[in-house]
């Protein structure tokens, strides 16, 4: 698929905003006054500035809140529920530990739950879709959710946790790139199916069904270079996972921690441009283009 920016810079921010939301509701880090300000500004910054950019992609963003009204049935609809209800619920939190040094501890907890029910409805916005076969599995929103949270254990400072979820996200990484690889052959479509021809012999692209682009070509087919797709994930692991693990386990620096959170972030993007790039969504099939 082409990889949009605007939902590059969405599900990479909220993500990581959400996963630090989840920390601060847990209480971890502990803190108050002007210090709680400056992580609960973070996390909203991230989680709110990456809701916006996921704007920017819709034809006509000032329809935007017509979204609240398919709960029944779109998983982006319920993501905007989730995302508001969450905000909500840590905004009173917020205030509680910044301005009263307070603790309403059911609010943390249901906030930190929350948020990793938004990341996770989210992710299924992609997992849904059985025309990408390359989403089309629980890989997907363990993707989400294994990322989101160990961006979050960074940018809350709780390095035991952020280590290991950095070497679970990095595993399920991997196991997503290897599965994804073999998703759209494994899916028994080709292009027989996808035109409809099968029936009568082996089917080929002679030629185009018109002569100019349309929004299916721009929109759903995009092809990234094998040598060029293992160049960037190579580099997404080192940036995403194995700088930010090597530079934790040194002793602790604010400027080594400011390094890993760098690194991970610019890692992230790499490997959330993949995960859209090398999406194959099956109506390339009737262009030939698989």
Known sequence: ?????????????????????????????????????????????????????????????????KAFKQWRSSWLSREAIAAVFTLSVMAVYAIGRIFFDYDIRILGVVGAIMSIVTVFTTSMIYAQLKSIPRWNTKLTPAYFLSLSLAGGALLAGQITFCLLLLLISGIIQLLVWIKGDRAL???????????????????RAFEPPHTGTNYLLKEFVHIVGRKHSAKLRIIALILMIGTPILLLSLSFSHFLAALSVISHISGLFISRWLFFAEAEHVVGLYYGKR
């Open 185 to 203: 052959a494994l899916s028994g479509t080709t292009i027989e199916s996808g035109t409809g021809l099968g029936t009568i012999g082996r089917v």
């Open 1 to 65: 698929m082409h990889p949009s920016p605007s939902v590059i810079i969405f599900t990479a921010l909220s993500g990581l905003g959400f996963g630090l939301l989840v920390f601060l509701g847990l209480k971890m880090p502990d803190v108050t006054g002007v210090l709680a300000f400056i992580f609960f500004v973070i996390g909203f910054g991230l989680a709110v500035g990456g809701l916006i950019s996921s704007t920017f992609h819709l034809g006509r963003p000032e329809r935007s809140l």
